[in-house]
């Protein structure tokens, strides 16, 4: 079955980095949009960013747009995404998901998530 498994989570003061990553397994990793999403504490679930199958074009909530990056890698399965300049609104569980189609729809997958936790 398919597998998504969030890994790279803690505490970290604001203005620190954490890289994320997801390890897929169970689908054909390269023809899936990967995105990242997170909840925080009493709010919705929102994106955070997304990386489509090739040609593995990006997408950014304004939110993190300039301090987050996300990348895959095909070969490996993984999907990760780079947070820099930590703020502590950043606060959040982070989720891995995955959807045949281009990312702006319904998630076919989702990984347990990962917690950030920033403290000003």
């Known amino acids: 079955q398919v597998q998504l498994v969030e890994s790279g989570g803690g505490s970290v003061q604001a203005g620190g980095s954490l890289r994320l990553s997801c390890a897929a397994s169970?689908?054909?990793?390269?023809?899936?949009?990967m995105g990242w999403f997170r909840q925080a504490p009493g709010k919705e679930r929102e994106f955070v960013a997304r990386?489509?199958?090739?040609?593995?074009?990006?997408y950014y909530a304004d939110s993190v747009k300039g301090r987050f990056i996300i990348s895959r890698d095909n070969a490996k399965n993984t999907v990760s995404l780079q947070m820099n300049s930590l703020k502590p609104e950043d606060t959040a569980i982070y989720y891995c998901?995955?959807?045949?189609?281009w990312g702006s729809g319904d998630y076919n997958y989702w990984g347990q998530g990962t917690q950030v936790t920033v403290s000003s």
């Open positions: 169970g689908l054909t990793f390269s023809i899936y949009t």
């Open positions: 990386i489509t199958r090739s040609p593995s074009s990006q």
């Open positions: 998901a995955a959807t045949t189609g």
